[in-house]
């Protein structure tokens, strides 16, 4: 692949990410409401106090000067300051951060490890009941809503047979020191077994929940990949050697049958990110996604544009990196 | 190119479209499931429509006495109310049966408008190229790298609760998808032999988009917009369940799981139940669509 063309492809993100950052700009300023009456509530400040708030956040401005502050601003790394927190909006989302990522990641390694296998059991014993029956289980993976899904899962695992936690990310009664903020490393980093346990069991509702869409996605891009790899020569050859179907499956078909697999993790992470504030809602964890809701019904401005602007940016460096990646693994594909 | 053979060419590619039209019965057939999808859709349809003779209750109407009854296979439970009541004594089964009004309607009129106009602006994109082109291209691709929930709570934030703003919230970004596949078609399309033979005939620009290429293209577009639906459908629930789709006063499937949600301790019914029905009714939606895409549309298959 042609070093040129990647960069292009880098440097044709920054008038996308400048678009995305103009269009959330505009957007919150359509946005019904002042923030300042909504950030005081029913306080009792007068007006005169009222409007010397709203000059200390550059919002009695004219709306080009606030966008090219805005803009100037995100140059420089700043991104403002959170009316809700009354910190900087990059704290703010850091301390958010690591919740959804740690989320999002234990929604990845659930659908790959329940999807790979469930696609090349379908491939393998293709046209079989299992077939049928993990395929009709893949469907009904695409069709289910994940705010419904979880609360059938908080039903069954933890109203009725009271197996796994449902709401946060620890128990209470654990303590962590935290260092990345992620539960799962941290604990492990501090030898923390106890808190790793915890932070595992709390874990595996919403993460399935997140994953079951792209689980279900997985499993029906490895059958179809493997079906193909399966027909190729080589593995005929492989048969042809004496080899166990087994071995023929696992050493020579499954290596070629994942590269499709890596493409849509790639482009869904993006779903996943715009799927976690209603996960997080569920399940009452504490991480961006639910923040943002907030941020948007509370006319946190620079929240909303901090965060949004990180979503897009995941967004469109997932699919760069898939492109690239791509076009490695499979040089026929100009990029 | 004669005349004749130019005509030939153009007749060919009618012939071929009408021919796969009238296969499509017989081939759709075979696919056990995607029948049965499509008559579970239209049961919902005709439970919509006829939701007022069919409800044993008014989805409104609250009874104190019989607040939280379970449904009637249950202990407890009454044949009054077959699948129970909810804490304000409202009948769930009437409740999910107007349900499917707001689930169904917003499904069909987000994509219609989505599909109209991605169409237009693609067709016209797709086939004219320059300037025009530019400039919407690069608006989908800057659209398309917002996550598409967030993107619609923005919106129904700036325009508050209702359904009208639903629609235009789930369409402001769902038109992007339609268009991006129409403008590849249309520039695939037009490579072909049979819009030379149409160009060599006089025919008009507009008339060679209308009459020539759309058929062509009409297959897949089809596919799409029915496996979209599912999704759109979905994103309205969720709405709904974050509190900010249709009013509170309209029934609707996900405003109802986000009533239950409080009660999942002892009253699951309230909750799981219109969850049921909109995981149904997507289901067969897509069993529907990768029918069609079956028959209709194998390009699109390798997913």
């Known amino acids: ?335 | 190119m004669t005349l004749s053979e130019g005509k030939e060419i153009l007749r060919d590619s009618s012939r071929l479209w009408w021919q796969n039209t009238k296969d499509f019965w017989r081939r759709f057939r075979k696919h056990p499931l995607a029948v049965l999808g499509l008559v579970i859709l239209i049961i919902y349809i005709l439970m919509a429509i006829f939701a007022p003779f069919i409800a044993p209750h008014d989805p409104n109407k609250q009874s104190i006495s019989n607040r939280l009854l379970p449904p009637m296979a249950f202990e407890g439970g009454t044949s009054e109310y077959p699948l129970g009541t909810d804490y304000l004594g409202r009948d769930i089964l009437s409740r999910i049966i107007y349900g499917s009004r707001v689930s169904l309607l917003v499904g069909v009129i987000s994509i219609a408008i989505s599909v109209f106009v991605g169409f237009v602006l693609g067709a016209i994109a797709g086939y004219y190229r320059g300037f025009f082109d530019t400039v919407l291209s690069r608006f989908s691709e800057l659209l398309m790298a917002f996550p598409f929930l967030i993107f619609t709570i923005f919106v129904m934030a700036i325009l508050g609760p209702g359904f009208w703003n639903l629609i235009v919230a789930l369409t402001f970004k769902a038109w992007v998808e339609f268009f991006r596949l129409v403008r590849g078609e249309i520039m695939s399309e037009m490579t072909k032999e049979y819009i030379e033979a149409a160009r060599a005939l006089g025919r008009s620009s507009k008339e060679i988009i209308t009459l020539e290429i759309v058929p062509n293209i009409f297959h897949s577009v089809l596919v799409l917009a029915t496996l979209r639906m599912g999704y759109m459908i979905i994103t309205e629930a969720s709405l709904s369940f974050l509190g900010i789709g249709v009013p509170p006063r309209i029934p609707a499937w996900g405003t109802m799981v986000a009533d239950g949600r409080d009660y999942i301790l002892n009253a699951w019914w309230i909750s799981t139940l219109p969850g049921l029905a909109i995981v149904i009714l997507v289901l067969s939606i897509n069993l529907f669509g990768e029918g069609l895409r079956d028959v209709l549309d194998p390009r699109l298959k390798k997913d």
């Open chain 1, 1 to 335: 692949m042609k070093k040129i063309k990647v960069l292009e492809r880098i440097l044709a993100t920054i008038p996308l990410m400048l678009g995305v950052a103009i269009l959330v700009f505009v957007f919150m300023r359509m946005l019904p409401g002042d923030p300042v009456d909504i950030m005081m509530g029913d306080s009792l400040a007068t007006e005169a106090e009222m409007s010397m708030i709203r000059e200390s956040m550059g919002l009695d401005e004219p709306f080009g000067s606030q966008l090219l502050s805005f803009l100037g601003g995100i140059l420089k790394g700043d991104l403002g300051n959170s009316y809700m927190f009354n910190a900087p909006v990059k704290d703010v989302i850091l301390r958010a951060l690591p919740a959804t990522i740690e989320l999002a990641l234990a929604a990845i390694v659930i659908a790959l490890l329940l999807g790979v296998p469930i696609g090349i059991l379908s491939a393998v014993k293709r046209n079989s009941w299992l077939d049928r029956i993990t395929m009709g289980w893949a469907f009904l993976g695409i069709s289910m809503p994940a705010f419904w899904l979880g609360l059938v899962l908080i039903i069954l695992f933890g109203v009725n047979w009271g197996l796994l936690p449902t709401q946060g990310r620890l128990d209470h009664f654990v303590e962590l020191k935290t260092i990345t903020g992620i539960y799962t490393l941290d604990s492990i980093l501090t030898g923390n077994l106890e808190a790793f346990k915890s932070s595992v069991r709390h874990l595996l509702l919403p993460g399935f929940t997140l994953g079951a869409n792209l689980m279900a996605i997985v499993a029906r891009v490895v059958r179809s990949s493997m079906i193909e790899v399966l027909e190729q020569d080589y593995v005929t050859l492989a048969r042809a050697k004496g080899l166990v179907e087994w071995a023929v499956v696992t050493k020579h078909a499954l290596r070629n049958a994942l590269i499709p697999v890596i493409t849509v993790v790639g482009l869904q992470v993006g779903v996943l990110l715009g799927g976690n504030m209603i996960v997080e809602q569920v399940f009452s964890w504490p991480g961006l996604g639910r923040l943002v809701v907030d941020a948007i019904y509370g006319r946190d401005y620079p929240l909303v544009q901090g965060a949004v602007m990180l979503y897009a940016l995941t967004f469109v460096v997932a699919n760069l990196i898939v492109d690239i990646l791509y076009t490695n693994l499979n040089p026929k594909i100009e990029l």
